[in-house]
């Protein structure tokens, strides 16, 4: 069973950086597309970047386009989402989600809660003026 664990969530101020990392166990990450989704209190969960198995597309939502960098390391396992220029409403709880896509079906916009059924337990990412 594919297990996901975020990790690297903390406290910055306006404009500093953070990266984030989903680790999987159980099985490689290598046949799945991998999105991160953030969700702040009293707020929807949203999608917020997205990558495919191969490397094929990846896509962001248009709050975090030029800022964050989603990329993925197949020999860890792992896949990580680099966030500069942070800004106060980028405060929220992050998570990490994937799903089988052997049709690279997945990851062809921005991601969206349906489209993923693994997921992981989130952490926390608050942002300071």
């Known amino acids: 069973q594919l297990q996901l664990a975020e990790s690297g969530g903390g406290l910055v101020q306006s404009g500093g950086s953070l990266r984030l990392s989903c680790t999987a166990s159980?099985?490689?990450?290598?046949?799945?597309?991998i999105a991160w989704f953030r969700q702040a209190p009293g707020k929807e969960r949203e999608g917020v970047s997205c990558i495919s198995k191969s490397l094929v597309s990846t896509h962001y939502a248009d709050s975090v386009k030029g800022r964050f960098t989603i990329s993925r390391d197949s020999a860890k396992s792992t896949v990580y989402l680099q966030m500069n220029s942070l800004k106060p409403e980028d405060t929220a709880i992050y998570y990490c989600?994937?799903?089988?896509?052997?049709?690279?079906?997945?990851?062809?916009?921005?991601?969206?809660?349906?489209?993923?059924?693994?997921w992981g337990q989130g952490t926390q990412v608050t942002v300071s003026s």
């Open positions: 989600s994937a799903d089988w896509d052997p049709a690279w079906a997945l990851c062809t916009g921005v991601p969206r809660q349906g489209q993923y059924h693994y």
């Open positions: 159980g099985f490689p990450l290598d046949y799945y597309a």
